[in-house]
Nanobody, 126 residues
Framework: VQLQASGGGSVQAGGSLRLSCAASGRTFSMTAMGWFRQARGKEREFVAGISRTGDSVHYADSVKVRFTISRDNAKNTVYLQMNSLKPEDTAVYYC????????????????????WGQGTLVTVSS
């Protein structure tokens, strides 16, 4: 499975961006998909995750209400709509995909994902 993230860019605080992550290859093996981010000098952190059917979604507390994850299985694509962006949202955003069954806590763990995209930079200025 290959993941290609896009949609990053520079925006002022309060603005919006929509990230996309297109999957190719053996996509039938994917179940959960997620977004993580890594700010300069910090560890990679969970942002949002979604089940295969989309009926289970999970968010980091720092992005709840502001960010929305969704997926279109017909297009093998997962999205991250980011609204009310803050300077602290500045980071490289990575999409990820995993196989197998997921419990709620699994979505939050980077080690639980099998495939990773290359990352897309989001810069939010004050």
């Amino acid at each position: 499975v290959q993941l290609q993230a896009s949609g990053g860019g520079s925006v002022q605080a309060g603005g919006s961006l929509r990230l996309s992550c297109a999957a190719s290859g053996r996509t039938f093996s994917m179940t959960a998909m997620g977004w993580f981010r890594q700010a300069r000098g910090k560890e990679r952190e969970f942002v949002a995750g979604i089940s295969r059917t989309g009926d289970s979604v999970h968010y980091a507390d720092s992005v709840k209400v502001r960010f929305t994850i969704s997926r279109d299985n017909a297009k093998n694509t997962v999205y991250l709509q980011m609204n009310s962006l803050k300077p602290e949202d500045t980071a490289v955003y990575y999409c990820a995909a995993g196989r197998g069954a997921y419990s709620g806590s699994d979505y939050y763990m980077a080690a639980r994902y099998d495939y990773w995209g290359q990352g897309t930079l989001v810069t939010v200025s004050s």
